[in-house]
């Protein structure tokens, strides 16, 4: 289940119907991504996370932390 898709929705006032016209989707699949009920492909993931500016983790419930993280740089890994 994605609860926080909802609640960013919410919180934003929309509907889902004005989400999945964003996402070139049907209100049905988004209603089926908010449930659990379909996975939520990595394009939408990255979609929602930009139009909301939250991270991809805190979509997913990986982290409290709501700002996206700063871009990296190959160094940042060595």
Do not use: W
Not at 42 to 53: G, K, P, Q
């Amino acid at each position: 289940m994605y609860p926080r898709i909802r609640a960013l929705r919410e919180d934003h006032d929309l509907p889902q119907k004005a989400l999945a016209k964003i996402l070139c989707c049907s209100q049905v699949c988004y209603s089926y991504y908010e449930n659990g009920r379909r996975d939520i492909p990595t394009d939408v993931l990255i979609t929602l996370s930009r139009f909301y500016d939250v991270s991809t983790d805190y979509l997913l419930g990986l982290t409290d932390r709501l700002t996206p993280y700063p871009a990296s740089t190959l160094g940042d890994f060595l």
